[in-house]
């Protein structure tokens, strides 16, 4: 069974910093790019960063640019997105997603194949 799952969400303060995982099971993830979304009450899932199969591309949304590091660990077959100086508009629940493409990587949702059930960040004082 091919599964995608999230952890390391939580409640952190303003300016705070969280690191999330995403561990597949079932597939390996050497094949796949993975994005990472969010999706806050009321509003549409949005795209915060994705990175390719290899490792060598990544892409973020303005928003994070500077404050949010994509990184991958073959080997563990898990994807991580290092948040710093979060911000309470942030709060949302964050997903990852996984596209089988080389050399490149979507911010788009719709092309995803697999996804995780989410994990919740919460910025607040």
């Known amino acids: 069974q091919l599964q995608l799952v999230e952890s390391g969400g939580g409640l952190v303060q303003p300016g705070g910093s969280l690191r999330l995982s995403c561990a597949a099971s079932g597939f390996t993830l050497d094949y796949y790019a993975i994005g990472w979304f969010r999706q806050a009450p009321g509003k549409e899932r949005e795209g915060v960063s994705c990175i390719s199969s290899s490792g060598g591309t990544t892409n973020y949304a303005n928003s994070v640019k500077g404050r949010f590091t994509i990184s991958r660990d073959n080997a563990k077959n898990t994807v991580y997105l290092q948040m710093n100086s979060l911000k309470p508009e942030e709060t949302a629940v964050y997903y990852c997603?996984?596209?089988?493409?080389?050399?490149?990587?979507?911010?788009?949702?719709?092309?995803?194949?697999?996804w995780g059930q989410g994990t919740q960040v919460t910025v607040s004082s």
């Open positions: 997603a996984a596209l089988r493409v080389q050399a490149m990587c979507i911010m788009a949702k719709s092309p995803y194949n697999y």
